[in-house]
């Protein structure tokens, strides 16, 4: 059965998932994978399965990008996707029938399950993790240079949990201290930019209180050894953007010799 959905894939190098991604939504009329001139095999294989494939320079700005994508369209409706993500037969089940009804009075949000080293994240604030995918094409645009914002005139409306994305958040850990020391550096900076300013004990109390969080109150022991990792990771990733906040006007120059 076929969905009168545009779906949306923004990639770059993507050879490993981007497969995996598309099969996912063989019941969408149409795939548009918006390709940020990969140097891989990311838009051969996406031409493979069906998709079309639009290249488009990311030029640093997402929202810029979704935008783009969004003005691809030829469907009523949208429907955003990573190449990192793939719709399960439950949301696929959904998606299709909320697509049928054609209800154009609201943009739906779906909870995600991430997945790292095969183990599903239930608990410690990683699910549900809604966000907003399928939405009504018209009047619909998308700000933010890293963390895109959906801008639409329609009530949001929450999909139930089990009908969810499934999410796969990390390649490796090389990938997720990467990624810790990119969103890391964007927090200190917003944060400077909100005028707030850090001290010596924002290093200690804040990530004391975010990893007991993740932890205890959100229950990711019960995510097992990798909860644990996880929320002691997370202690380092609170640290790392007051640490960073507290040094960014500060210089590093050589001072001379004694």
């Known amino acids: 059965m076929t969905a009168d959905v545009s779906v949306l894939i923004l990639a770059k190098n993507e050879e490993k998932n981007i497969a995996d991604c598309i099969k996912s939504v063989q019941f969408a009329a149409e795939v548009i994978v918006i ?42 409706w949208i ?12 949301l696929a089940a959904k998606i299709i029938e909320l697509v049928q009804k054609d209800d154009r009075r609201y943009a739906y949000c779906n909870a995600r399950l991430n997945y790292f080293w095969e183990q599903p994240l239930r608990h410690g604030g990683w699910f549900p993790d809604y966000v907003v995918r399928l939405v009504p094409a018209k ?10 914002q959906f801008h639409h005139d329609y009530e949001e409306v929450k999909l139930p949990t089990e009908e969810y994305i ?7 850990w ?34 004391f209180w975010a990893s007991f969080r ?6 990711g022991f019960m995510d097992g050894r990798i909860g644990f990792v996880l929320a002691c990771f997370h202690y380092f990733y609170t640290m790392a953007k007051y640490v960073k906040l ?13």
């Open 35 to 76: 390709d940020d001139f990969s140097t891989d095999k990311t838009a051969e294989i996406s031409a493979s399965l069906g998709a079309k494939v639009v290249q488009h320079a990311l030029a640093g700005n997402w929202g810029a990008q979704q935008t783009f994508a969004i003005q691809q369209a030829t469907h009523p």
């Open 139 to 148: 009047g619909t645009y998308v700000t933010g240079f890293v963390h895109p």
């Open 214 to 219: 993740m932890l205890f109150l959100r229950l």
């Open 79 to 90: 429907y955003f996707l990573d190449a990192d993500e793939r719709v399960s037969k439950k």
């Open 166 to 172: 499934i999410h796969y958040p990390y390649r490796d």
């Open 246 to 258: 507290y040094y960014l006007n500060k210089t590093n120059n050589h001072v001379g010799d004694e």
């Open 174 to 207: 090389n990938h997720y201290f990467n990624k810790l020391n990119f969103y890391t550096t964007l927090a200190a900076e917003k944060m400077q930019e909100q005028g707030k300013k850090a001290h010596i004990w924002d290093f200690v109390l804040h990530p």
